[in-house]
């Protein structure tokens, strides 16, 4: 069983920057693949941001890129979502979440999920 835990999140004006967290309780941290997610009120979830194990590898959602930029510290078993540029349409709540395999975007292929951290950015 992995554990999860989002922080970051909260109110700011657009334009304007967060840093979310999520630090994990797995062992093999290291050789997981690590998302992002999102959802708004009413909307569906959607991709943020992936990253392969090592941090060689990443993806992104459509809509953030160029703007958001996913890492992560294997000693400190955290993955970081770094949000520049944002806007009203960012706003959502947040979910980090593994995947044993691949970089995926997908979130039907991740295997265990956070809470979720609420992000408001007010226009």
């Known amino acids: 069983q992995v554990q999860l835990v989002e922080s970051g999140g909260g109110l700011v004006q657009a334009g304007g920057s967060l840093r979310l967290s999520c630090t994990t309780s797995g062992r093999t941290f290291s050789t997981y693949c690590m998302g992002w997610f999102r959802r708004a009120p009413g909307k569906e979830r959607d991709f943020v941001a992936a990253i392969s194990g090592g941090g060689g590898v990443t993806r992104y959602g459509d809509s953030v890129k160029g703007r958001f930029t996913i890492s992560r510290d294997n000693a400190k078993n955290t993955v970081y979502l770094q949000m520049n540029s944002l806007k009203p349409e960012d706003t959502a709540v947040y979910y980090c979440?593994?995947?044993?395999?691949?970089?995926?975007?997908?979130?039907?292929?991740?295997?265990?999920w956070g809470q979720g951290t609420q992000v408001t950015v007010s226009s």
């Open positions: 979440a593994v995947a044993y395999r691949g970089v995926q975007v997908d979130a039907d292929r991740y295997d265990y």
